[in-house]
């Protein structure tokens, strides 16, 4: 390969454009590169290092580079017309995993002469703008805007998925049940609408797991139960301990052990230590068990309030 071509494409960390090989190589010098094997034409005007295309002989070339190289040739090949968004944008928000081979989702202003190619789906919008506030620049990537990358993907995703993307959202402080319930307000005929409006309630009233979700629908409450509060936080020395429900009159706190934390020691040796400093400031945590939750919903009930009563005297 020609040393300044080959420089070029080491400095863009495996990736030129015919742009940017244009301004310091003649266009022949390009060609030949491809001839010879040393560089592969991904998308219009984008071109990578061979011996980066790895994958399934016959998928498409973009499908099998590796995901971040894939995600930086789609947004070049779009250039200030496209941003990443969808399932490629929660990838690059931290909330979806993206493995080689799958599709790179763009989304792109109604009149723009996007059009989708094999490895890469073009999303055409009349209202999008290629710029803040809908668009963000998120690990050197240009990405839709959270909230709209998860209702975008609401209706994509199974409905056993919909859900966790948007609690770990909620959870990991990238955005609020508010500003949620605003972007999804703009989409009127989204796919199972209601569903992701019950979602946001049950975030907003504090519940932060599926789990959580689960016990306020159909535990802890009704008739004797009191109107916990959800995620308070409580300074104990020098820590702040955020509480599950709490029940204020009572000072008791309920904690909900989801199935993942059964039988690992480390994590109830955390527990334990964390009651104890709770105790110790008058505060009893009471926990249960996922299994119990679904399956002993009635006894659970039952011990509940037994406990809040006898707390109460």
């Known amino acids: 390969m020609n040393l300044v071509l080959r420089e070029l494409v080491e400095r863009g960390a495996g990736m030129v454009t015919r742009g940017a090989a244009g301004q310091v190589v003649p266009s ?78 763009l989304s792109a202003p109604a009149s723009t002469g996007l059009r989708s190619r ?60 508010e500003r949620l319930s605003a972007a999804l307000e703009r989409v009127p005929k989204l796919i199972d609408r209601a569903a992701f409006r019950h979602l946001l309630t049950r975030l907003a009233d504090g519940c932060r797991s599926p789990l959580e979700i689960w016990g306020h629908e159909h535990v802890f409450t009704g008739p004797g139960m009191p109107a916990f509060h959800r995620q308070v936080p409580v300074r104990v020395g020098r820590r702040t301990v955020y509480l599950d429900m709490f029940a204020e009159r009572e000072r008791v706190n309920i904690e909900l052990d989801g199935a993942t934390t059964h039988g690992n020691p480390g994590q109830r040796e955390i527990d334990l230590r964390r009651d104890a400093l709770l105790a110790a400031i008058g505060i009893l945590v009471v926990r249960f068990a996922h299994r119990r939750l679904v399956h002993e919903v009635d006894e659970v009930r039952r011990e509940t309030l037994a406990i809040l009563a006898t707390r109460r005297t």
């Open 28 to 105: 022949w010098t390009l060609r030949q590169a491809c001839r010879n094997g040393e560089l592969v034409r991904v998308l219009p005007e984008v071109f990578v290092a061979a011996h980066l295309v790895g994958g399934r002989p016959g998928a498409p070339v973009l499908s099998r580079l590796d995901s971040a190289l894939s995600l930086r040739a789609a947004l070049a090949w779009a250039g200030s017309r496209g941003a990443l968004s969808h399932l490629t944008a929660l990838s690059v928000w931290g909330l979806h995993p993206q493995a080689v081979g799958d599709l790179v989702h």
């Open 118 to 177: 094999p490895g890469v789906i073009v999303h055409r919008r009349r209202s999008l703008t290629i710029e803040p506030p809908q668009v963000v620049v998120r690990r050197g990537l240009r990405v839709t805007r959270l909230e709209q990358s998860l209702v975008d993907c609401w209706p994509t995703l199974s409905p056993a998925d919909r859900r966790t993307p948007v609690i770990r959202a909620v959870n990991d402080r990238l955005t609020t049940p």
